[in-house]
């Protein structure tokens, strides 16, 4: 069942959205040779608590950190530690915290120093794709229109997409119906309406899609261990039009790039 959320609801969402918003821009910050991914993590929580939020990945089915933070072939998952970053890597972090009783979640993938040119337009996919997807995002669509749209995107720029993670709607619960997959045909699905509220969130591979989780049961990397890029955020269908909640303000000129286009 698909719980659509009021606006006074939505209203809440945005504010847990964009603490986890001002929180990864303050990581993005953070993200350079030397660092240990366990920095990171100590960074979000505190920010997030200092925010009067919630962590929303710590123990939720027994994950140990407050952060995700995927280096490289890690696609997703990926626990802080020790592990220093290096010049050249490429690193996702997804965070989401719960506000007031609802979640915001969203990730990005971050050059560390210089990177190469496919680790760049590797990074840039994974942020077209979830821009292509969000421009679906729109009344009477299909859910599986904004799947289509990533898949599309992501293909064209000579990559894959990650079968086996998907999108999900959010809201009292991190992981709510319906899954948003990043993959599938046009024209499937429940209809688009106000209140829907999704967290889209391409997971690409420059190689292969197929994935493998590493011995600690929770890091995702590419089986072939190709590079893999992520990029998420929490959205609404609200009264005035679809609406990024989770966007960072200094990424405005992202979207108004995006709203220009025609789909
Ligand atoms: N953004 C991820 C998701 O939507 C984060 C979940 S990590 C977990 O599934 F540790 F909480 F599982
Ligand atoms: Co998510």
Redesign the pocket.
Known sequence: MIVYKSMKEIEIMRQSSQIVARILSGLKEMIVPGVETRELDLFAESEARKLGAVP??KG??G?PASL?VSVNEEI??GIPSSRQLKEGDIVSL?F?VVYEGFYG?A?ITVPAGVVTEEARRLIDAAERGFFRGWQEFREDNRLSDISAAIQAEVEQAGFSVIRS?VG?GIGRN??EEPQVPNFGHPGHGPKIRNGLAL?I?PMIAAGNWEVEILDDG?TAVTKDRSLAAHY?HTVALTDSGAEILSLDPKDAEKLSAWRTVDA
Do not use: I, N
């Open positions: 929303a990945f939720y089915r994950y995700c997703v998952h997804d989401g979640d990730a993670f999900h991190l992981h967290a969130e929770w998420e």
